[in-house]
């Protein structure tokens, strides 16, 4: 059973920093890609980062470029979103989710299992 | 970057009755296109990729279809269960979008 389970979220000051954590289980952790998607209070769905589990390779949303990294510890099957300087417009709830590659030539990726996300509060 | 629209905002259905929830892009994604279902303080779930493909366990209400810019999910015959909102997501091209959802509620 695929199962992702998110830590990491709290409560922080603007300018603060957190990481969050992503544990992986029941799949072959380098044949897929491992996604953070955030949900603002009451808002919809946005894209973060992606990480190609095999490679290394990330890629990020331009509103977190420079102030997040995605990484991997590929011993523990897990992933961690570090985020830095963070903002009152970060907060929100920050799911995990695994990517499944679309068809060939790769590059494409649909999120097929997603944890039950981890709340981060950016506030004074 | 593709733009991902959907329509209506709020849909309101009789349960037992057809919905169908439209999705758009502003330029072509091919069939890269899933829907995801968020129930109310739950984590989204996959229920169709590929624009037409139902993941695995989903139920065969639920249906995709469309390629192109435009995209559409029906489901059949409402159940209690599917009262949820409901969003469209590209993944033809970086950054992946989604759409800002469709609230499907009791009429």
């Known amino acids: 059973e695929v199962q992702l389970l998110e830590s990491g979220g709290g409560l922080v000051q603007p300018g603060g920093s957190l990481r969050l954590s992503c544990a992986a289980s029941g799949f072959t952790f380098g044949s897929h890609v491992m996604t953070w998607v955030r949900q603002a209070p009451g808002k919809g769905l946005e894209w973060v980062s992606t990480l190609r589990t095999s490679g290394g390779e990330t890629s990020y949303a331009d509103s977190v470029r420079g102030r997040f990294t995605l990484s991997r510890d590929t011993s523990e099957n897990t992933v961690y979103l570090q985020i830095n300087t963070l903002r009152a417009e970060d907060t929100a709830i920050y799911y995990c989710a695994r990517g499944t590659v679309a068809g060939i030539g790769g590059g494409k990726y649909y999120f097929d299992y997603w944890g039950q996300g981890t709340l981060v509060t950016v506030s004074s | 970057e593709i733009v991902m629209t959907q329509s209506p905002a709020t849909l309101s259905v009789s349960p037992g009755e057809r919905a169908t929830l439209s999705c758009r892009a502003s330029?072509?994604?091919?069939?890269?296109l899933a829907w995801y279902q968020q129930k109310s303080g739950q984590a989204p779930r996959l229920l169709i990729y590929g624009a037409s493909t139902r993941a695995t366990g989903i139920s065969a209400r639920f249906s995709g279809s469309g390629s192109g810019t435009e995209f559409t999910l029906t489901i059949s015959s409402l159940q209690s269960e599917d009262f949820a909102i409901y969003y469209c997501h590209q993944y033809n091209s970086w950054p992946p979008g989604f759409g800002p959802g469709t609230k499907v509620d009791i009429k």
């Open positions: 330029q072509s994604v091919s069939s890269d």
